[in-house]
């Protein structure tokens, strides 16, 4: 059984963009424009991450345990290491990671499988599943994978007003963030021109991008939009 993609309203075109905006500045009774963060939507599996005291208690995939497969990823740290002395340690912390293989890896991986005569993975997500759900560590341990932090469930564990800072607060903690490429953006016409860019460059990325994703970056404001409409906290993905 293949691990379920998670949910999320999925828009083709950018007068899509332009209605998402006007609803949920509608939903939200605001005239002005709202701050948005945008980053490149990774092809990749999600996993949550659940850290005890600092230490590492278990990863899911759709409930799925894989606990062991992803603690030989070697960029997954097993016991967070802060970057400053002063940041402190979250009794308990869930966090959700992307977890991906690069283009030249898969290509590697499928050149190895074909000297087996194994059958070659068609895309990048069929070999992370493949990897995750090995019951043999060693497997998972010569398969080439890494991962992008995304956010965290709802006992967050870490404080911040708004995504971009909640990202910054988990790279402090050890964990890996893809800071390059947030972009906060102020209204939904600065948010299309940082789609452009990464539809204009998609295939500069070492990993598979299958278009950007975009949300209000107002944490505050994600949990309003959850809590009264539908429209997955006023985020959306635009597909290029």
Known sequence: MAFEKPLIREIFNEQDLLAFDKETRELLKQTGDLQYLVEPRITAVQVVLIYEQGVLHSATAQAEPVTTSVKTILTVPLTFVPLRKETSVPDYLEVIADIYMEGEALARLNQERGGKSLPAFSVPRAAVEDSL????A??????PLNYFCSGCGEKAGVRAATHYELMMALQELGLRVNRPHLRVTKGIQAAIEN????????????????????????????????????NSAGSVLFRF
């Open 133 to 136: 759900r090995q019951r043999d």
């Open 138 to 143: 060693r497997v998972s341990a010569k398969r």
């Open 195 to 230: 789609c452009r860019r990464l539809k204009t460059g998609k295939g500069d990325f070492p990993y598979p991008v299958e278009g950007a994703l975009i949300r209000v970056n107002s944490l505050e404001l994600q949990e309003r939009l959850r809590l009264g409409s539908r």
